[in-house]
T-cell receptor
Framework: NAGVMQNPRHLVRRRGQEARLRCSPM?????VYWYRQLPEEGLKFMVY????????ESGMPKERFSAEFPKEGPSILRIQQVVRGDSAAYFC?????????????FGPGTRLTVT | AQTVTQSQPEMSVQEAETVTLSCTYD???????LFWYKQPPSRQMILVIR??????QNATENRFSVNFQKAAKSFSLKISDSQLGDAAMYFC??????????????FGTGTLLAVQP
């Protein structure tokens, strides 16, 4: 059973460009979470999605950031008009449910560098 | 709002020795869950151990154990017989019982553990 897949692993964008980060959850998992890790900091929750629905986006910046988890295909985190402060590692996690034993499994992360 | 605090940015331990990493948290909830995650240089997040707040017994996973003090809101991680492969960043995390409204984890800032041969 493949783990959580994220691609690309490394992404370089110039200021003003768009960044699209993809996350394929583990097979059978319908819950997806995105976290951001700024340099020298812990992970910060961004958004929690179930298939076709955003459940909690309380950690998402109000502008330029959006997320989706379509019925078919991976979850996408989109950052429009990137700025240097968006440089970070973005982690996706998935779970089969939201019970205590439903562990969140993390992907390897996408390291975004904005030049 | 819930917060998680790790007051030790860096720790060091000799191989085969025991080390304890500290974590405190703040919450007004009575039902919640606590976790320790390991992040090696590969940056992959790995779950080390979990604790349900309603359980008084401290969780144990092989060489890893916790000291959960609910009244003090403290959740420390003890690593026994430290090995070189234990060297990593360790994050303490909190998850509330949100009743389905969310399932987010709240992380501390991490403790970087070095293991000396």
């Amino acid at each position: 059973n493949a783990g959580v897949m994220q691609n690309p692993r490394h992404l370089v964008r110039r200021r003003g460009q768009e960044a699209r980060l993809r996350c394929s959850p583990m097979k059978g998992h319908s819950h997806v979470y995105w976290y951001r890790q700024l340099p020298e900091e812990g992970l910060k929750f961004m958004v929690y999605l179930q298939k076709e629905n955003i459940i909690d986006e309380s950690g998402m910046p109000k502008e330029r950031f959006s997320a989706e988890f379509p019925k078919e295909g991976p979850s996408i985190l989109r950052i429009q008009q990137v700025v240097r402060g968006d440089s970070a590692a973005y982690f996706c996690a998935s779970s089969i449910g939201i019970g205590i034993n439903d562990e969140q499994y993390f992907g390897p992360g996408t390291r975004l560098t904005v030049t | 709002a819930q917060t998680v605090t790790q007051s030790q940015p860096e720790m060091s331990v000799q191989e085969a020795e025991t080390v304890t990493l500290s974590c405190t948290y703040d919450t007004s909830e009575s039902d919640y869950y606590l976790f320790w995650y390991k992040q090696p240089p590969s940056r992959q997040m790995i779950l080390v151990i979990r604790q349900e707040a309603y359980k008084q017994q401290n969780a144990t996973e092989n060489r890893f154990s916790v000291n959960f003090q609910k009244a003090a809101k403290s959740f420390s991680l003890k690593i026994s017989d430290s090995q070189l492969g234990d060297a990593a960043m360790y994050f303490c995390a909190y998850r509330g019982n949100y009743g389905g409204a969310t399932n987010k984890l709240i992380f501390g800032t991490g403790t970087l553990l070095a293991v000396q041969p």
